[in-house]
């Protein structure tokens, strides 16, 4: 009897819990999640947190005439405290601050970050801006005319002389900042290398190196202009061997060498060696009596020029007669 009443109560004790579906356990632990969830929203939410935003910085109406000549940041770093819910809500891309640069006059202007001027949501307190002021250095705009430098490198090549060398124009239109202008002598030209001139009139484009600064070039090459001549000298060859055209080869010449002064381009007049037969005499057209007196020729390349062969004539003679006075003279000289 004791027995089957203490089986009746655990019966009555375990019933509540056969009736409790895997459904209605889902729903519990699900609305146990969510309170949970809403619990920690609330209390970290409301948590004190701090962030390093970015801020866009945007200079706005600057007067007419004028312009910013210093760098300045484009962003300022501004160090925000509150809310760790509201600071993740805040989305740097929409922040900006706008730098109001109205009635500023040529010179210095400090501009103040005001932690005020940046657009926050409530409740979010500046701590820190960084930097703390903006330094603007403003300068009237001008335009002027300044002089054209040529930059050289090389040299002339051996054998030319360069005798003119002109920029078209000398001058060039430049605008910008007039306290850059004031410090700015003349305007650069790219290299120009000399060693690329050949003899003659050319005229080729030049780059103009831009001076950077705000200032800008009207143009941005030029023309330069150049004249090469080459060097001319004159030189003595001496000892130069006289050949006689003739068919039967039945004159001698006297002298038998000759000097022979030529003019021409350096290079070509120095490297000038005569062929065998370059200087010459010629049999034709000869009439009356031995010796003739006749001039030399010479032969010489284009370009160069004879000035003149030392003696400027020479004695022609047929060969025997020009032996046979040479015996005599001999047994004249033994005799005497």
């Given at each position: 009897?004791?027995?089957?009443r203490?089986?009746?109560?655990?019966?009555?004790?375990?019933?509540?819990?056969?009736?409790?579906?895997?459904?209605?356990?889902g729903?519990?632990?699900?609305?146990?999640?969510?309170?949970?969830?809403?619990?920690?929203?609330?209390?970290?939410g409301?948590?004190?947190s701090?962030?390093?935003?970015?801020?866009?910085?945007?200079?706005?109406?600057?007067?007419?005439?004028?312009v910013i000549?210093?760098p300045?940041?484009?962003?300022?770093e501004?160090?925000?405290?509150?809310s760790?819910?509201?600071?993740?809500?805040?989305?740097?891309?929409?922040?900006?601050s706008?730098?109001d640069?109205?009635?500023?006059?040529?010179?210095?202007?400090?501009?103040?970050?005001?932690p005020?001027?940046f657009?926050?949501?409530?409740?979010v307190?500046?701590?820190r801006?960084?930097?703390?002021q903006?330094?603007?250095?403003?300068?009237?705009?001008?335009?002027?005319?300044i002089?054209?430098?040529?930059?050289?490198?090389?040299?002339?090549?051996a054998?030319?002389?360069?005798?003119?060398?002109a920029l078209l124009?000398?001058?060039?239109?430049?605008?910008?900042?007039?306290?850059?202008?004031?410090a700015?002598?003349?305007?650069?030209?790219?290299?120009?290398?000399?060693?690329?001139?050949?003899?003659?009139?050319?005229q080729?484009?030049?780059?103009?190196?831009?001076?950077?600064?705000?200032v800008?070039l009207?143009?941005?090459a030029?023309?330069?202009r150049?004249v090469?001549?080459?060097?001319?000298?004159?030189?003595?060859?001496?000892?130069?061997k006289?050949q006689?055209?003739?068919?039967d080869n039945?004159?001698?010449?006297?002298?038998e060498?000759?000097?022979?002064?030529?003019?021409?381009?350096e290079?070509?007049v120095k490297?000038?060696?005569l062929e065998?037969?370059a200087a010459?005499?010629?049999?034709?057209?000869?009439?009356g009596?031995a010796?003739?007196?006749v001039?030399?020729?010479?032969?010489?390349?284009?370009?160069?020029?004879?000035v003149r062969?030392?003696?400027?004539?020479?004695?022609?003679?047929?060969a025997?007669?020009?032996?046979?006075?040479g015996?005599g003279s001999k047994?004249?000289?033994?005799?005497t």
């Amino acid at each position: 009897m004791r027995l089957r009443r203490e089986r009746d109560r655990r019966s009555r004790a375990l019933r509540p819990l056969k009736s409790i579906s895997w459904v209605d356990l889902g729903t519990w632990l699900a609305a146990f999640a969510c309170a949970v969830g809403l619990w920690l929203l609330v209390n970290i939410g409301e948590r004190t947190s701090e962030r390093t935003l970015r801020v866009h910085l945007e200079p706005e109406n600057v007067p007419a005439g004028l312009v910013i000549t210093n760098p300045i940041p484009e962003y300022a770093e501004v160090r925000v405290s509150g809310s760790g819910l509201i600071l993740s809500s805040i989305d740097e891309k929409d922040l900006r601050s706008v730098l109001d640069l109205s009635g500023a006059r040529p010179g210095t202007l400090t501009y103040t970050l005001d932690p005020k001027r940046f657009e926050l949501p409530r409740k979010v307190e500046v701590s820190r801006v960084t930097p703390s002021q903006i330094t603007f250095q403003l300068d009237r705009m001008a335009k002027r005319s300044i002089p054209v430098r040529l930059e050289r490198t090389g040299e002339v090549r051996a054998g030319l002389r360069l005798t003119e060398l002109a920029l078209l124009p000398e001058k060039v239109e430049v605008s910008g900042p007039q306290s850059r202008l004031d410090a700015l002598p003349a305007i650069l030209t790219a290299p120009f290398d000399l060693g690329t001139l050949r003899a003659g009139t050319r005229q080729v484009e030049l780059d103009l190196m831009q001076p950077g600064g705000l200032v800008r070039l009207d143009a941005p090459a030029i023309r330069v202009r150049s004249v090469v001549e080459p060097i001319v000298i004159e030189r003595e060859l001496r000892r130069v061997k006289l050949q006689v055209r003739d068919a039967d080869n039945s004159w001698r010449v006297s002298p038998e060498s000759v000097t022979v002064v030529v003019r021409g381009p350096e290079i070509e007049v120095k490297a000038l060696e005569l062929e065998p037969g370059a200087a010459y005499v010629a049999t034709e057209g000869l009439e009356g009596e031995a010796p003739h007196r006749v001039k030399p020729r010479v032969t010489l390349p284009e370009g160069i020029e004879l000035v003149r062969v030392e003696p400027a004539e020479v004695a022609l003679a047929p060969a025997g007669e020009s032996r046979a006075n040479g015996a005599g003279s001999k047994r004249t000289e033994k005799k005497t």
